[in-house]
């Protein structure tokens, strides 16, 4: 049986491992971190990625978490609520299906069989060679190794695997705008959903489906120093920081914010990789989700992504197919789609966060008159994508 590595238990990480599995690998995913899990709020599925999860038999699995999504009026709106576009029923933001993190996290590590994830195992080095690939990593305070057919590089933003292999690429890029996170449960139900739009900030509500609220808000300000972007912090005084510019704000965005545990409130500086990667393969390193593709969260589409990238691998590598070329067929159908889908959440964000005294106003009323046809054809050329099958190993 044909073996793989997986490093970094995240989302990408995990339905990796899943599909791998499911067609006929031995996986083993090794996560630095001592008890793994997803540190986040809110994470939005659109119809691409749930079908992926479909193929691999983990979908329904999904569809069972609390959940919830665009319900009531929805749409965007200035920070006095007046609305600037709503949307109905039949828009690609109604198909979306908001789950917490660490319960999607919980029902896909639930899936995997037992011993296939190693926490507290942090990867140092790979050594290709002509057949294997050994994969160095430091456990318990000892320095192992294990050797694989592949490596599957799920290990994010920062991913040490992608420096290795790709040494004269330039890294991640700063967005332009830092982001709050945060999820409660408000004291009556929230009605509206959707993105509120001021100068360089903006403010989105989405419920959970089961009396919680996910709740995010960006500003466009400076890096912040020392800090390495995409990983999330929890600070007392960002509770404090966000009622500074949303207290004003229509209802119920203070009340969102003040039901919020400070210590629960999530900031990360935005960063994408904005430089197309020549290509996510090499040897027998094939990289996925952030990884390879990172992008800025303003089409909903990062974890969706990585999942596809995911069942999309494991396609490529079911049967009795040669590795090469079977990696080489994986970054041909997933570079150019996850590079297109970079560039797109790029523009959006530099949309989103317009900040200027002319740009804000003149931003607005384009959106308030772009025929909704014309403004939601890309996001449904997104989302029409079907998963190549993933046929149940013997």
Do not use: F, K, N, W
């Given at each position: 049986?044909?073996?793989?590595?997986?490093?970094?238990?995240?989302?990408?990480?995990?339905?990796?491992?899943?599909?791998l599995i499911r067609a006929g690998w031995q996986v083993r995913i090794l996560e630095r971190a001592e008890v793994p899990g997803e540190v986040g709020a809110g994470i939005t599925l659109f119809p691409n990625a749930l079908r992926a999860l479909d193929a691999i038999g983990v979908g329904d699995r999904v569809r069972a978490l609390p959940s919830g999504g665009v319900a009531g009026p929805a749409g965007m709106r200035d920070p006095s609520g007046r609305w600037v576009v709503r949307v109905d029923g039949q828009q690609p933001i109604h198909d979306m299906y908001a789950v917490h993190r660490q319960d999607l996290y919980g029902a896909l590590a639930g899936a995997l069989p037992d011993g296939v994830l190693s926490a507290g195992a942090e990867v140092v080095g790979t050594r290709v060679e002509a057949d294997r690939v050994e994969v160095g990593y430091r456990a318990a305070g000892r320095d192992l190794s294990a050797g694989a057919d592949l490596v599957v590089g799920a290990d994010g933003l920062r991913s040490r695997l992608r420096a290795a292999h790709w040494p004269a690429y330039p890294g991640p890029a700063y967005a332009g705008y830092t982001s709050w996170r945060g999820v409660t449960t408000p004291a009556s139900a929230v009605e509206a959903s959707g993105e509120t739009w001021g100068r360089g900030t903006r403010f989105g509500i989405l419920p959970l489906g089961d009396g919680r609220v996910y709740w995010f808000a960006t500003a466009s300000v400076p890096a912040r120093a020392g800090t390495a972007g995409g990983n999330p912090d929890a600070r007392p005084d960002e509770r404090a920081e966000l009622l500074r510019r949303f207290a004003d704000w229509h209802a119920p965005i203070p009340e969102l914010i003040t039901g919020t545990d400070p210590a629960a409130v999530l900031r990360h500086d935005t960063y994408e990789l904005r430089t197309p990667l020549?290509?996510?393969?090499?040897?027998?390193?094939?990289?996925?989700?952030?990884?390879?593709?990172?992008?800025?969260?303003?089409?909903?589409?990062?974890?969706?992504?990585?999942?596809?990238?995911?069942?999309?691998?494991?396609a490529a590598l079911a049967g009795d197919v040669e590795l090469p070329d079977a990696l080489r067929r994986y970054d041909a159908q997933r570079r150019p789609?996850?590079?297109s889908v970079v560039r797109a959440s790029h523009r959006m964000s530099r949309i989103s966060q317009a900040h200027g005294p002319l740009t804000g106003p003149l931003r607005d009323l384009v959106v308030r008159l772009t025929p909704p046809k014309l403004a939601e054809r890309g996001m449904r050329r997104v989302i029409a994508w079907v998963p190549p099958p993933v046929p149940a190993a013997r």
């Open positions: 049986m044909r073996q793989a590595i997986v490093v970094g238990a995240g989302i990408g990480g995990l339905t990796s491992a899943l599909a020549p290509g996510y393969v090499t040897d027998r390193v094939a990289l996925v989700g952030d990884a390879a593709h990172a992008m800025t969260p303003d089409l909903g589409q990062g974890a969706c992504m990585a999942i596809e990238d995911a069942v999309t691998l494991a789609r996850t590079q």
